[in-house]
């Protein structure tokens, strides 16, 4: 079935790193894809999201462009901070979310 | 409201005792989808709304788990018969449309310990 698989973690870094997190969709058709964040204590929140091949969404100095040739959407970073420090959910898309495993990541200063 | 919002934010149960979660979603929005994450995974689908119908309920786990929503606005996720396997947190999120396009408001989820 479809299914979204991502990076998997726990991940540290030293605070000014660069961060990537992995995320590769299956899919028929071309779903919209999405980055959740969810900080500790707090509920999940949209970080960004892409609605069609090659689009590049962004915010908070994070990026990820839809790849439609290798069905995927990493996550970037160029220079991590403390508060980055949560879990990350890559998900997809048709007309409810389906999410993957999610990546916590730890930033220390 | 503001946001979405969920009652109770925690609920711990007896096995075997019935329990109804309570979602509030942002006014207007006409879709409604509950999921339930579990430790360590990331949330998975169990139904979703449009209006008052349950447009899809594929991800309900067996017949102990129900929802409704009644008039449109509000929605409740019912559990009978709990088992310790049911302890997770519960996510309710809401839409102006059917998804995508204008984007999901997440609650804060009820984290419901079946004991």
């Known amino acids: 079935g479809d299914s979204v698989t991502q990076m998997e973690g726990p991940v540290t870094l030293s605070e000014e790193a660069f961060l990537t997190i992995n995320c590769t969709y299956t899919?028929?058709?071309?779903?919209?894809l999405f980055w959740y964040v969810q900080y500790p204590g707090e509920g999940l929140q949209l970080l960004l999201k892409a609605t069609k091949a090659d689009d590049k969404g962004s915010n908070k100095g994070f990026e990820a462009t839809y790849r439609k040739e290798t069905t995927s959407f990493h996550l970037e970073k160029g220079s991590v901070q403390v508060s980055d420090s949560a879990v990350y959910f890559c998900?997809?898309?048709?007309?409810?979310?389906?999410f993957g495993a999610g990546t916590t990541v730890t930033v220390r200063a | 409201g503001a946001g979405v919002s969920q009652t109770p934010s925690n609920k711990v149960t007896e096995k075997g005792k019935y329990v109804e979660l309570r979602c509030d979603p942002i006014s207007g929005h006409t879709a409604l989808y509950w999921y339930r994450q579990s430790l360590g995974q990331g949330p998975e689908f169990l139904i979703y709304?449009?209006?008052?119908?349950?447009?899809?309920d594929s991800g309900l786990p067996n017949d102990r788990f129900f929802a409704v929503r009644p008039e449109g606005s509000v929605s409740t996720l019912k559990i009978q018969r709990t088992e310790r396997g049911d302890s997770a947190v519960y996510l309710c999120?809401?839409?102006?449309?059917?998804?995508?396009?204008?984007?999901?408001?997440f609650g804060s989820g009820t984290r419901l310990t079946v004991v």
């Open positions: 899919a028929t058709g071309y779903p919209s």
């Open positions: 999120a809401s839409s102006l449309s059917q998804g995508e396009a204008y984007g999901y408001t």
């Open positions: 998900a997809r898309n048709d007309y409810k979310l389906s």
């Open positions: 709304f449009q209006g008052t119908g349950a447009a899809d």
